[in-house]
């Protein structure tokens, strides 16, 4: 079996940026630690009052839409930077390297 291009992988949904992207530098890892640590003690908190727990878990599921929108939305932008970059790159190539 060959391999797939990128293209094909893309197009058959086996590349999947948002779930195989993960921050992994050490600062990243104690950050997201602290934040769950932080989070679970106040949900823990919230628990003494169902009213509250469910707007927080409302609120986060709505938090949790808008960091996937904005991820789309910064991967997009450097799609099309990347897509941008390699045009003018072939562009600079015929009209100087060609030329000549």
Aim: aromatic share 12%; charged share 30%.
């Amino acid at each position: 079996m060959k391999n797939k291009t990128i293209l094909e992988q893309i197009y058959y949904r086996e590349i999947k940026p948002m779930e195989e992207v993960a921050g992994t530098s050490k600062e990243y890892v104690e950050l997201q630690e602290e934040v769950r640590g932080k989070r679970a003690k106040f949900v823990d908190a919230l628990n003494q009052s169902p009213k509250f727990t469910k707007f927080f878990n409302e609120m986060e599921e709505l938090q949790a839409l808008c960091d996937d929108m904005y991820s789309y939305d910064c991967f997009a932008y450097g799609f099309k930077l990347g897509a941008s970059l390699l045009s003018e790159i072939s562009i600079d190539f015929q009209t100087n390297i060609m030329r000549d």
